[in-house]
């Protein structure tokens, strides 16, 4: 995996061809998207912040970069670019990363609305509910938990890295047919 | 990065940045007398230091964002709100442990009940005595929460506090400081970051800005 690497930072989305991996690091109660097209050589990472909806400006759509932090409007950024780079909807294969609840006790996740899952798990639920709508499958999901999380994603193999800071690594990786492998290291 | 655009970012002006640097130092310097007592060593802070801060850039505000920090998060209630949090670098946090408890934590960043439970009492002390502090100085009620704990990379830490801030705005005002004690072996960091519809309570408390009635 020689070459570029190239960090998404929160409400970013990133595309890369093979030979550069795509990074976030510390990932939290935010969630990563992945999407892999394998025959057009081509991916893509979005960091998602909240699980939206985008609020809407009052021409009545919300195109401004910091909407690309609601789930709603990061996935269907990075769908449109990723298409417009050349890559098939219809191909595309998804993981789902992130969404942790990093706090012990919650009441700094849910400030206004105790007993309501935390967000990090909305969060989650958010940008499954996009990808649904898109019909894009889904080949790996690591979500929840109390751990933060750092990935790579390497649109050559279509494989996602998972690391934590207790040096555990675990590696999301798409089938040929989509469906999908977990494997720890 | 001008790509994020928001009306309701402040823009702070020197005058401002004087008071919430003192407010901060007049904290500050409660909670380390509150700190030294607790652990018999004298405590050292740095000049608070106040920005306006892109959430996108919360991750990095400790360095390295996948550096181990354990971090004590209280939420401020009352008349004035937002969010204070100590952390402190693993190192640190073991120290602060054993002082503590009398029992170290082992190498492998793992924390025990009776050390999460140190750091959270650590928390209530000497965040109750920083808004203590603040009260007097300010004459508005400021309640603290339970405080939460949180042992993580630096950056997962952070992220918590952009979602809790990022549905509002995408900057916040972000006033810190560092502290350190014992020689340099313990230090640690210092956050106060105001909702952004609580700064201007703030400052109007501080008598830096007219107050407005409508």
């Given at each position: 995996m020689s070459g570029q690497e190239i960090r998404v930072k929160v409400s970013q989305y990133k595309i890369?061809?093979?030979?550069?991996?795509?990074?976030?690091?510390?990932?939290g109660s935010c969630v990563a998207l992945v999407l892999y097209d394998p025959e057009a050589g081509i991916g893509g990472l979005a960091h998602v912040l909240l699980p939206g909806p985008a609020p809407l400006t009052r021409e009545g759509e919300n195109n401004s970069a910091s909407s690309y932090k609601y789930a709603d409007r990061a996935v269907e950024a990075l769908l449109g670019e990723m298409e417009k780079q050349g890559a098939e909807i219809k191909k595309l294969r998804a993981a789902v990363i992130g969404g942790a609840n990093m706090f012990l006790t919650p009441d700094i996740e849910e400030k206004d609305m105790p007993g309501r899952p935390g967000i990090g798990s909305r969060n989650v639920e958010a940008v499954k509910k996009e990808l649904e709508r898109f019909e894009v499958p889904i080949f790996g999901e690591d979500t929840g938990g109390s751990n933060g999380r750092t990935i790579t994603f390497d649109p050559?193999?279509?494989?996602?890295?998972?690391?934590?800071?207790?040096?555990?690594?675990?590696?999301?990786?798409?089938?040929?047919?989509?469906?999908?492998?977990?494997?720890?290291e | 990065m001008d790509e994020f655009k928001n009306d309701r970012m402040l823009e702070l002006s020197e005058l401002h940045i004087d008071?919430?640097?003192?407010?901060?130092?007049?904290?500050?310097?409660?909670?380390?007398?509150?700190?030294?007592?607790?652990i018999g060593k004298q405590i050292d802070l740095s000049i608070p230091r106040v920005?306006?801060?892109?959430?996108?850039?919360?991750?990095?505000?400790?360095?390295?964002?996948?550096?181990?920090?354990?971090?004590?998060?209280?939420?401020?209630?009352?008349?004035?709100?937002g969010n204070i949090m100590f952390i402190f670098p693993w190192e640190s946090a073991r120290?602060?442990?054993?002082?503590?408890?009398?029992?170290?934590?082992?190498?492998?960043?793992?924390?025990?009940?009776?050390?999460?439970?140190?750091?959270?009492?650590?928390?209530?002390?000497?965040?109750s005595s920083y808004l203590g502090a603040l009260e007097r100085l300010l004459s508005k009620s400021l309640l603290p929460s339970v405080p939460s704990v949180a042992f993580d990379m630096a950056g997962a830490i952070m992220e918590t506090f952009m979602v809790q801030l990022g549905e509002d705005a995408d900057a916040a005002v972000v006033i810190r400081t560092t502290f350190s004690g014992d020689g340099e072996t313990l230090n640690g960091h210092f956050f106060l970051i105001p909702d952004p519809g609580s700064l201007k309570m703030m400052l109007q408390a501080a008598r830096v800005l007219a107050d407005e009635h409508e």
């Open positions: 890369a061809r093979p030979g550069t991996v795509l990074k976030i690091f510390g990932l050559g193999s279509g494989e996602v890295l998972i690391t934590n800071y207790k040096g555990d690594r675990k590696v999301l990786a798409p089938h040929e047919n989509g469906t999908g492998r977990m494997a720890v | 008071a919430l640097q003192e407010i901060c130092n007049i904290g500050m310097g409660n909670t380390a007398t509150a700190l030294s007592q607790m920005k306006v801060s892109l959430l996108s850039d919360f991750p990095d505000l400790l360095g390295d964002s996948e550096s181990v920090m354990a971090a004590i998060h209280t939420r401020i209630w009352g008349d004035i709100q120290i602060l442990c054993k002082m503590l408890t009398g029992t170290e934590p082992d190498d492998e960043f793992h924390l025990s009940d009776l050390h999460v439970s140190a750091l959270r009492e650590i928390g209530n002390i000497l965040g």
